[in-house]
């Protein structure tokens, strides 16, 4: 059976539906199709997907078995990168190199089906794990544009991005989107870093950590960062507050010891404190209490 492209571009979007019955629908027809060379890529990309549902991934298999050998070959090879099956780097990159060739044609089936672009999200990893970290960021962001409702595509991609200036707006607009899918400690931190030291702004860094503690009143390092905005904002007695917490919590954490002992040098009077800042931590501690 040959299939016309109308046909064709039909049980495409049958098979990236969201909707299982319309994907159990598209492999009943190319289960009586003579050849699925022409829907290889297609069948091999949803295998590549991990599709939860059980039943659907049963009937990909049955039609992977009758893939021509030797596009299972080339695909197998490509696709090995994603397992760590290869041997040393730059065997790694010559097959992500393989595999970015074949990005036109996953864009054009994850604009028939957006809910499977966390395979850009895989790719953007990989090529930053194989130190390639501008092509990697490149399909990261394709991930997060294309399902702007996924958190971890949209922390991936904010969290591999550096921490620099010219970034500050694109790491605040998806962080953002990430606390507005769900509260996740590490992306309130982040947040406020990214306002505290790339944006200079201390007040709304404040209220970024303040917002984080009130949900994990446990994350010292959080404490120890709205120290250093309060500092910035001339709030020192809540400063100081905040860093005796910090090491409430973490009494080994050597960053708010040190941080206290620079807080009470520079903006505490008294010979006590000055003497503080060569003591050990014990003094800090019984200085404390």
Known sequence: MSWTKEEKDKILKLLFSVDSSNQQLALEMLKHADSLEEFASAIIFLTFAEIDLEMIMEGIYELMKKLPTNVKSEWAGILSVFKFDYKGKSQLLEQLEKFEKKAELFESYIAIGPHYAHIYNRLGNELIYAKSKTKGLEYLKKGATLNHNSYSLNFDYAYNLNESKKNADEMIKHYTRCLEIKDDLAVYHNLGRVYAHQKGNSKKAAEIFSKCISVYPESSDTMIELALALEDLGQLDEARSMLYEAIEIDEYS???????????????????YKIMCCCTRCYLRLMRN
């Open 254 to 272: 050597h960053l708010a010891y040190n941080n206290l002992a620079y807080l009470l040098w520079m903006h505490f009077d008294g010979f006590v």
